[in-house]
T-cell receptor, first 115, second 109 residues
Framework: SQTIHQWPATLVQPVGSPLSLECTVE??????LYWYRQAAGRGLQLLFY??????ISSEVPQNLSASRPQDRQFILSSKKLLLSDSGFYLC??????????????FGNGTRLTVT | GQNIDQPTEMTATEGAIVQINCTYQ??????LFWYQQHAGEAPTFLSY??LDGLEEKGRFSSFLSRSKGYSYLLLKELQMKDSASYLC??????????WGAGTKLIIKP
């Protein structure tokens, strides 16, 4: 069966500091990978998605970036955090849409507080 | 534009039945998903509808009418652990997921 790991679970970072969140998937090959952000009491905002190694699509222009150095590894980064970057960050994977109805499966999330 | 509408909050009593509605306007349709999200946790997949009709999974059922752009999630025999937010999401013609803001369900004893 497939599992998704995301870390760290919580993070407190000062404004202007860098960020690196990591996500790995086990038990499947060539998954679609996603980074979402959820502000308190708000819906899910898609930040990035990837259909393969090195292939990243950005949905929202901002000071965040994503990379997929390996098939089942997805990294969210920032060079300088802003206060507005605070939120709940979720990594997710799915099969290629059209296969197995392809729901998204989420990691446990990272709660980021920028101070 | 693309839009998903759900009620912001609903309250129900333990042991009762509650129906959470979702209406959508999207560019194409390739399935509708319901997720449950407990406070402070990640969403978990509940159900998927791509054809009209009712899909039943234990105490939870989900209904879809594509012609009306409408779905509902029906929760029976409510338990306190069902207190959570319920998210509706539609996959559009580009296979992108469009998310609703979620419905916070409060269960009272």
């Amino acid at each position: 069966s497939q599992t998704i790991h995301q870390w760290p679970a919580t993070l407190v970072q000062p404004v202007g500091s860098p960020l690196s969140l990591e996500c790995t998937v086990e038990g499947t090959s060539n998954p679609n990978l996603y980074w979402y952000r959820q502000a308190a009491g708000r819906g899910l905002q898609l930040l990035f998605y990837s259909v393969g190694i090195g292939q990243i699509s950005s949905e929202v222009p901002q000071n965040l970036s994503a990379s997929r150095p390996q098939d089942r590894q997805f990294i969210l980064s920032s060079k300088k955090l802003l206060l507005s970057d605070s939120g709940f960050y979720l990594c997710a994977w799915s099969f290629i849409p059209g296969q197995n109805n392809s729901p998204l499966h989420f990691g446990n999330g990272t709660r980021l507080t920028v101070t | 534009g693309q839009n998903i509408d759900q009620p912001t909050e609903m309250t129900a009593t333990e042991g009762a039945i509650v129906q959470i509605n979702c209406t959508y306007q999207t560019s194409g349709f390739n399935g509708l998903f319901w997720y449950q999200q407990h406070a402070g946790e990640a969403p978990t997949f509940l159900s998927y509808n791509v054809l009209d009709g009712l899909e039943e999974k234990g105490r939870f059922s989900s209904f879809l009418s594509r012609s009306k752009g409408y779905s509902y999630l029906l929760l029976k025999e409510l338990q306190m652990k069902d207190s959570a937010s319920y998210l509706c999401a539609v996959r559009d013609s580009n296979y992108q997921l469009i998310w609703g803001a979620g419905t916070k369900l409060i269960i009272k004893p």
